[in-house]
């Protein structure tokens, strides 16, 4: 008689799980990677609400994700020491978001995954040293993420996973005078400087005919900001778009001839590493269908343009400047949006499965 293999058991904890921002398509992406090798995944989560809002946001089928409250209140309250023991080594791996502290974790491979570059740790440091014995890997969103937080954790166990981008959704279409920029109107973290880029653009329109700058981005809460903005733009051709799904911010993509962000400008990225871009999602998406990228040089950009691709700028004058180059070169252009798709495969879906193999 032939013994049937049992499958491997998988715990996700992501206290953030109901914001359903970019961080959490990446968790739910990972677990996608999990079932994929075999393992039966359980989210510690109070209700299936999440799981099924994020698979119309996301376009993923969660459904052999399985929610268990019991371990979401195990997990997000302080429990006792041998109540946690006996609960994670239950588990063949864990998959930890942490929020700045670290947990004492008991399963045979557990992971603890770090999406803000945190300056601190919260917690004991003695006891926190403690805990870092029981962990295999901590896994960063990027190098920049990697680097801030290795000062106060073990270089050996760190492993950068980038986040998994839809690439293969995304096709460039065809090009209209558009700079583009994509990014929340009211993000809690960290400001992504749309004033910036209005500024900047009014210097450009300065120099050169027929272009208009597109500002997308989410909203949930105070339109301070937004309407602070509308209200530089008057007069110039700017527009806003608010809270667009994936499927309207594919056809800007696709139409648009740059892309533009300004997180990080004027930050110290040294001092509020928090401040600046820890990766930059919305680059590479903007990159797979063609835009060609000019940011500003903090954070994880820097990890994401490679020479060719697009320019890593100092300043709004800089972004200007070479914008205007390019739209005065169209060969130039031309080529550079072409490796700018090429560099998106880099950051692929299929990448990330791959790069999730090394840890298992």
Request: net charge positive; glycine share 6%; charged share 25%.
């Amino acid at each position: 008689m032939v013994r049937q293999k049992t499958m491997k058991k998988a715990l996700i904890y992501d206290p953030y799980i109901d914001t359903l921002g970019g961080g959490e398509r990446y968790i739910l992406t990972f677990a996608l990677g999990l079932i994929k090798n075999g393992y039966s995944v359980v989210l510690a989560w109070p209700s299936k609400n999440e799981l099924k809002s994020a698979e119309l946001r996301f376009g993923l089928d969660l459904s052999n994700i399985s929610i268990d409250e019991e371990a979401y209140n195990l997990c997000s309250q302080k429990s006792a020491y041998t109540e946690r023991l006996q609960f994670t080594k239950e588990y063949d791996l864990i998959f930890w978001v942490s929020d700045g502290s670290l947990p004492f974790l008991f399963s045979k491979n557990n992971i603890i995954h770090f999406q803000v570059p945190f300056k601190k740790l919260g917690g004991n440091p003695t006891v926190n040293n403690l805990k870092n014995v029981f962990v295999k890997k901590f896994v960063y969103n990027s190098d920049f993420t990697r680097n801030v937080l290795e000062r106060n954790l073990p270089k050996d166990k760190g492993f950068v996973l980038y986040p998994p981008i839809d690439v293969d959704s995304i096709t460039p279409g065809m090009k209209e005078n558009i700079i583009l920029s994509v990014a929340r109107f009211d993000s809690p973290s960290h400001g992504k400087r749309q004033d910036v880029l209005i500024d900047a653009f009014k210097k450009l329109v300065s120099n050169v005919k027929n272009y208009k700058l597109i500002l997308a981005g989410g909203l949930k809460g105070d339109e301070i900001v937004l309407q602070k903005i509308i209200k530089q733009s008057k007069g110039f051709p700017i527009e806003f778009v608010v809270n667009p799904d994936f499927t309207e911010l594919k056809k800007l993509y696709s139409k648009a001839k740059f892309f533009w962000h300004a997180a990080g400008y004027e930050v110290n990225e040294q001092t509020d590493p928090d401040k600046v871009e820890h990766f930059g999602m919305t680059t590479v998406e903007a990159m797979a269908s063609g835009c060609v990228p000019v940011v500003i040089n903090k954070g994880g950009q820097k990890e994401i343009i490679t020479p060719g691709t697009g320019f890593l700028c100092e300043d709004l004058i800089e972004i200007a400047e070479k914008s205007i180059e390019l739209i005065n070169t169209p060969v130039v252009l031309t080529e550079m949006s072409k490796n700018a798709v090429i560099r998106s495969r880099f950051f692929s879906t299929a990448n990330f499965y791959e790069k999730i193999k090394t840890l298992l």
